[in-house]
């Protein structure tokens, strides 16, 4: 097992990474919980897979449990279900010592953080993130939250968990779909600001994804490496925690005109949001032609989508402008995004206008023509 801590003075924790840790959370979750009773909350896809081996491990350390499944699926990151959540939860009669337990993945994490937020004006909360997305990304860092019909996480709270326990182990039963987006997430560390982590990825990015041990764990601890720092730095994205949105606000757009629906997961827009975000550096003169086309035919050997027109055939562009001014980094009414000047020198600009922006998105549709 190794031990990254997050150090954020009182708010700060660990993240656990290894193979076998859910069957020991019990034990493992112990020093943190301050009284021996949690409730677990997990969907009914992760649950007839994993909540078996957590459960016994609570029995084991005689921590006192009840489990709410919740229906699998980004559309669960709602008002409504946050609300029938934080009821069902009520109805246990929690008290502020109560730990909240997200077993799942980047959806469970969100919305249960979200809801030990403020349930009882906060309660503490442990991850553990059953994808390759969530191990990577959302579990670490505290931003919790739900969407709204005008965009993505625009309801949220910034909310540290007490523990994260990331059992690289799990991950041998997702789908195939669910690791290559998660391994989108791996990318964006390396594009972001570590060209030797990208070109490791060129070398072995296909062995993480086939779920090969040691190449898997050496991905998350240097993704959740990478995140706690940024976090240490800037942990309500001030400033350089914005760069970890590299790729996002292309994405969001393109969730949010797909519904937060499975035609097209979080990871995958990820992966499309970072090649339009490095094909306008290029149309910004930023960076060379030859670094994003780098970029691009990695992501297209690993399996990624790299056209949006691979998604859908035709795009209304005015709505996915909306999107992008919508976004939770816009400031002072200009839109925030991520650009770079090579692999691992990405920056933070406002320095875009809404004609390079529709310029970027009607190229991006015309190439599938």
């Given at each position: 097992?190794?031990t990254?801590?997050?150090?954020?003075?009182?708010?700060?924790?660990?993240?656990?990474?290894?193979?076998?840790?859910?069957?020991?959370?019990?034990?493992?979750?112990?020093?943190?919980?301050?009284?021996?009773?949690?409730?677990?909350?997990?969907?009914?896809?992760?649950?007839?897979?994993?909540?078996?081996?957590?459960?016994?491990?609570?029995?084991?350390?005689?921590?006192?449990?009840?489990v709410?499944?919740?229906?699998?699926?980004?559309?669960?990151?709602?008002?409504?279900?946050?609300?029938?959540?934080?009821?069902?939860?009520?109805?246990?009669?929690?008290?502020?010592?109560?730990?909240?337990?997200?077993?799942?993945?980047?959806?469970?994490?969100?919305?249960?953080?979200?809801?030990?937020?403020?349930?009882?004006?906060?309660?503490?909360?442990i991850?553990?993130?059953?994808?390759?997305l969530?191990?990577?990304?959302?579990?670490?860092?505290?931003?919790?939250?739900?969407?709204?019909?005008?965009?993505?996480?625009?309801?949220?709270?910034?909310?540290?968990?007490?523990?994260?326990?990331?059992?690289t182990?799990?991950?041998?039963?997702?789908?195939?779909?669910?690791?290559?987006?998660?391994?989108?997430?791996?990318?964006?560390?390396?594009?972001?600001?570590?060209?030797?982590?990208?070109?490791?990825?060129?070398?072995?990015?296909?062995?993480?994804?086939?779920?090969?041990?040691?190449?898997?764990?050496?991905?998350?601890?240097t993704?959740?490496?990478?995140?706690?720092?940024?976090?240490?730095?800037?942990?309500?994205?001030?400033?350089?925690?914005?760069l970890?949105?590299?790729?996002?606000?292309?994405?969001?757009?393109?969730?949010?005109?797909?519904?937060?629906?499975?035609?097209?997961?979080?990871?995958?827009?990820?992966?499309?949001?970072?090649?339009?975000?490095?094909?306008?550096?290029?149309?910004?003169?930023?960076?060379?032609?030859?670094?994003?086309?780098?970029?691009?035919?990695?992501?297209?050997?690993?399996?990624?989508?790299?056209?949006?027109?691979?998604?859908?055939?035709?795009?209304?562009?005015?709505?996915?402008?909306?999107?992008?001014?919508?976004?939770?980094?816009?400031?002072?009414?200009?839109?925030?995004?991520?650009?770079?000047?090579?692999?691992?020198?990405?920056f933070?600009?406002?320095?875009?206008?809404?004609?390079?922006?529709?310029?970027?998105?009607k190229?991006?549709?015309?190439?599938g023509?």
């Amino acid at each position: 097992m190794q031990t990254l801590n997050v150090a954020l003075d009182s708010r700060g924790y660990d993240i656990l990474i290894g193979e076998g840790l859910l069957a020991k959370a019990g034990e493992l979750m112990l020093p943190v919980l301050p009284q021996k009773r949690v409730i677990v909350v997990t969907d009914t896809e992760v649950a007839p897979r994993h909540l078996a081996p957590l459960v016994a491990s609570l029995a084991k350390e005689g921590i006192r449990h009840t489990v709410i499944p919740l229906p699998n699926g980004e559309s669960s990151k709602s008002f409504a279900m946050l609300e029938r959540l934080l009821d069902t939860i009520m109805q246990e009669q929690p008290e502020r010592k109560t730990t909240l337990i997200a077993l799942g993945g980047g959806v469970i994490g969100d919305l249960v953080g979200f809801a030990a937020a403020v349930l009882l004006r906060g309660v503490p909360f442990i991850q553990i993130p059953t994808t390759l997305l969530a191990q990577v990304d959302s579990s670490v860092g505290g931003k919790t939250g739900i969407n709204t019909k005008f965009g993505k996480n625009l309801v949220g709270a910034f909310y540290q968990p007490k523990l994260v326990i990331a059992d690289t182990g799990v991950l041998t039963t997702l789908p195939h779909r669910q690791k290559l987006a998660g391994y989108a997430e791996i990318v964006k560390y390396g594009l972001i600001e570590d060209l030797a982590f990208f070109e490791w990825l060129e070398k072995h990015g296909k062995d993480v994804v086939e779920g090969k041990t040691e190449s898997v764990i050496r991905a998350v601890h240097t993704s959740c490496q990478q995140k706690a720092d940024t976090v240490i730095e800037d942990e309500r994205e001030a400033g350089k925690r914005a760069l970890l949105n590299l790729g996002h606000t292309f994405g969001h757009a393109l969730e949010a005109e797909t519904g937060f629906s499975a035609e097209l997961l979080h990871g995958e827009a990820v992966a499309l949001g970072m090649v339009l975000a490095f094909r306008m550096s290029v149309a910004k003169s930023l960076c060379s032609a030859a670094e994003a086309e780098r970029v691009e035919a990695h992501l297209r050997h690993i399996g990624l989508p790299t056209e949006i027109t691979a998604i859908r055939k035709e795009w209304d562009i005015p709505a996915l402008i909306r999107h992008c001014q919508q976004d939770k980094k816009v400031a002072d009414g200009r839109m925030t995004f991520i650009l770079a000047r090579g692999i691992g020198k990405s920056f933070i600009t406002q320095d875009v206008t809404r004609e390079e922006l529709e310029t970027t998105w009607k190229e991006a549709v015309s190439r599938g023509h």
